[in-house]
């Protein structure tokens, strides 16, 4: 099972960026799906999931209102639509799957390799 990020550079405040991560070696069409983060010095966080569906998306109430995840289980991929960027934001930005309902721990079977988001003031 491999993921793989995609999307990640370097942006001003106020700024957007669309993540995504493709999932390959097997059907994800029904597990949770997430992104995590983890910025310089810090543990990695919980960012935002959304389940096997579609319908039903959670998120940390950092970037609540400013980012959108969303999936296409006919791609097995996810993504994370980020707007409003603020400095606070810069990470490396990891995908990660899970069997299950979503979950903001980091209990999650699978990761992706991460990219790199990086806010400028």
């Known amino acids: 099972v491999q993921l793989q990020a995609f999307g990640g550079g370097l942006v001003q405040a106020g700024g957007s960026l669309r993540l995504s991560c493709a999932a390959s070696g097997r059907t994800f069409s029904s597990y949770t799906m997430a992104w995590f983060r983890q910025a310089p010095g810090k543990e990695r966080e919980f960012v935002a999931a959304?389940?096997?569906?579609?319908?039903?998306?959670y998120y940390a109430d950092s970037v609540k209102g400013r980012f959108d995840i969303s999936r296409d289980n006919a791609e097995n991929t996810v993504y994370l639509q980020m707007n409003s960027l603020q400095p606070e934001d810069t990470a490396v930005y990891y995908c990660?799957?899970?069997?299950?309902?979503?979950?903001?721990?980091?209990?999650?079977?699978?990761w992706g390799q991460g990219t790199l988001v990086t806010v400028s003031s």
């Open positions: 959304i389940g096997w569906t579609g319908g039903s998306t």
């Open positions: 990660a799957v899970r069997d299950g309902r979503a979950t903001t721990t980091l209990k999650y079977g699978y």
